[in-house]
């Protein structure tokens, strides 16, 4: 079966084109953050996602390793959507979001990273009332989006898979819904 990454910025829109794909496609998804909590709580290590943080890095990679394998054990039996982010804006610079010792374990088939224009991305994070989004200038957004090609290409690299951009514009989900699902099926 097939393990399929799918990461895209904040306001790019890809938790809506991933719902809206998977109604019609029989894949799992699961996000990668929530199967580390899991594993993090059942170890008794941590009681929710804020405490997930303060772990020792060691141990927050180990907790890495344990999810993907987690996730990739549930490949045998079905096809998952890993949702999580290429890579992580820090006030530091950018973490990768998917470290070597997690693609060892993962070993994904394809990365698909949905993507908008900058101004689209900018006007739907200051619009969306349910979040607290940092705001960014058009350069940072687009600057975010080219530092999840570099990733996603590093990571084929080192995986063999195929990177895949899928085009979220406003007003053409539908558009954007049918490519993801051609890329899956």
Not at 111 to 123: K, Q, S
Request: with cysteine.
């Amino acid at each position: 079966m097939k393990v399929v990454v799918v990461a895209g910025i904040p306001g790019s829109g890809s938790t809506t084109v991933l719902e809206n794909t998977l109604k019609e496609l029989d894949y799992l998804n699961v996000n990668y953050g929530d199967v580390m909590l899991e594993i993090a709580v059942e170890k008794g290590l941590v009681e929710n996602r804020d405490q997930m943080r303060t772990l020792p890095p060691e141990v927050q990679k180990d907790i890495q390793r344990a999810a993907a394998k987690s996730i990739r054990e549930r490949s045998l039996e079905n096809n998952i959507i890993v949702d999580t982010h290429c890579t992580i804006k820090t006030p530091a610079g950018f973490l990768p979001g998917l470290p070597v010792w997690v693609l060892e374990e993962l070993e994904p088939d394809m990365f698909v990273l949905v993507e908008a224009d900058a101004e689209e991305i900018f006007t739907r994070r200051i619009s969306d009332k349910t979040r607290d989004r940092d705001v960014e200038s058009l350069q940072e957004i687009d600057l975010h989006q080219q530092m999840n090609r570099a990733a996603a290409m590093a990571y084929a690299t080192l995986t063999g898979a195929t990177v895949k951009i899928v085009k979220n514009h406003n007003n053409q989900l539908e558009s954007a819904v049918s490519e993801m699902k051609s890329v899956l099926e």
